[in-house]
């Protein structure tokens, strides 16, 4: 145990070294205009690459033929920013289409890596066990939807990256104290959330919530002086608005919307006005019926774990089930194991039930847009609860190695991780890597 206690930062570091291998694999070989959205999400990178300049939502350069959908109305231009630097790279090398398009799809590779690496560094303070610790990043970095989301140009993994920094900052800092590094760091992943896509924005209020209730509890505590409590508040506050305030600003000055959201729309009803067909279609019986009489939830749960292309590309039922069952079961040991403590960790509580409001909020807020906006049940919308469902399943499968006789324990969680593992690569080397609707 010493032994692999020394060896842990290198498991940890090869294994997001392979993961990483893994998704660039998997970028160079996906076609262009066969992900959701990437077609005009990669027009933005594609603009700053060839102008220099951020993109106007009226450019038709970033504009599809219909609809007068562009995604140049949104101040989350930070994932179009790092591809477009990451293109102005590969030019030094060559210009290839493919290979610019490749060097766009780094960011994503990125944002993967990123956010395996906070979970996996998030799981060992609550569980103070490097074994389950590392077989978290075989659980987050092999799920074939993040895999998938981690290849193609995209701002959904941007937004789980930025959450699972806040998650992990947040965890540290309540363990330990709030300081200057820790604040910096989760103004960090709540600038990546904010220019990164607005669905993150359920965790960035709780998170923000939960940052103050510790500042506070920390001061009361005289674990800080208060002084130096609020200038720790201060100087985050500042690095955020600094970094984010020019986007939003640009966007009001552009088209009197700060986020976006009223413009695009605006832009779509002029598509209609002109005689154009509809495109989109909300779900317009309401909420709970879109609950109990279609199909929301089952498709957003299948394409959480694997479902791929445009939605178009289905693994087998088997896939589904083992990804239910599997995760399920460590969340159900989570909850029920909890209940049994008779825990005095109120921090700890508080923070769980923020980060249920922040996975509650994220769903609902799926659910809205079907039914207002268009009917799309996709799951990277709600992926942004990724890190902490990761997280909680860790920590129930160390409650039950806790409860449960250790001798067998190692050797049982290796098997269940090289199940995941073994399931988790064939189902992408199957519909993906091998599919010639998606690989070219």
């Known amino acids: 145990m010493k032994k692999y206690k020394k060896l842990t930062p290198n498991i940890t570091f090869l294994s997001i070294a392979i993961l990483l291998v893994y998704y660039l694999i998997v970028a160079y070989k996906l076609k262009l205009n066969v992900s959701p959205d990437e077609l005009l999400r990669y027009e933005i990178p594609l603009y700053i690459y060839q102008h220099g300049m951020l993109p106007i939502g009226t ?8 609809g007068n959908y562009s995604y140049a109305y949104y101040p989350q231009l930070l994932g179009g920013v790092l591809s477009a630097l990451f293109m102005k790279v590969m030019s030094l090398f060559s210009t290839d289409p493919k290979l610019l398009l490749f060097a766009a799809r780094w960011t994503s590779a990125l944002m993967g890596i990123v ?7 998030t799981c060992r303070l609550f569980t103070k066990n490097n074994f389950l610790s590392n077989m978290s990043a075989v659980v987050a970095g092999l799920l074939p939807q993040f895999v ?16 699972s920094i806040m998650i992990y900052t947040l965890t540290l800092a309540t363990k330990s104290n709030w300081n200057y590094k820790n604040s910096l760091v989760l103004a960090l992943g709540i600038i990546i959330c904010l220019l990164g896509y607005l669905n993150s924005v359920p965790f960035v209020l709780v998170g923000i919530g939960y940052a103050i209730f510790l500042l506070v509890e ?31 600003i640009r966007n009001y000055y552009l088209y009197h919307d700060f986020t976006g959201a009223r413009v695009f729309s605006a832009a779509y009803q002029r598509w209609l006005d002109g005689g154009g067909k509809p495109t989109m279609h909300p779900y317009s019986s309401g909420i709970i019926k879109l609950i109990f009489n279609t199909d929301w939830i089952v498709t957003t749960f299948k394409s959480m774990v694997s479902l791929f292309g445009y939605m178009n590309v289905f693994p087998k039922l088997g896939y589904y089930i083992f990804y239910l ?9 989570s909850i029920v194991l909890l209940s049994k403590e008779k825990s005095k960790d109120t921090k700890t509580k508080i923070f769980n039930c923020l980060m249920l409001i922040g996975v509650l909020l994220t769903l609902f807020l799926s659910m809205y847009r079907s039914v207002t906006t268009d009917y ?46 073994i399931i988790s690569l064939t189902c992408v080397i199957h ?3 091998l ?5 070219g």
């Open 148 to 163: 998938y989301l981690s290849a193609y140009v995209n701002n959904d993994i941007v937004a789980i990256a930025g959450v």
């Open 59 to 66: 450019d038709k350069a970033v504009m599809l033929p219909y």
């Open 325 to 333: 069952l599997f995760f399920y079961t460590g969340l159900l040991f």
């Open 115 to 121: 956010t395996v690496y906070c979970v996996v560094q």
């Open 218 to 248: 920390q001061i009361r505590n005289k674990k800080l002086l208060f002084k130096y409590g609020i200038w720790i508040l201060v100087v985050a506050v500042i690095v955020v608005i600094v970094c984010v305030a020019p986007l939003y």
């Open 431 to 433: 519909y993906v890597v």
């Open 376 to 421: 799309q049940p996709q799951g990277r919308y709600v992926l942004t609860v990724l890190p902490i469902f990761i997280i909680w399943w860790t920590i129930g499968m160390n409650k039950l190695r806790k409860s449960s006789r250790p001798k067998y324990s190692g050797f049982l969680y290796t098997t269940l991780i090289t199940v995941y593992a």
């Open 435 to 439: 599919n010639s609707i998606l690989i």
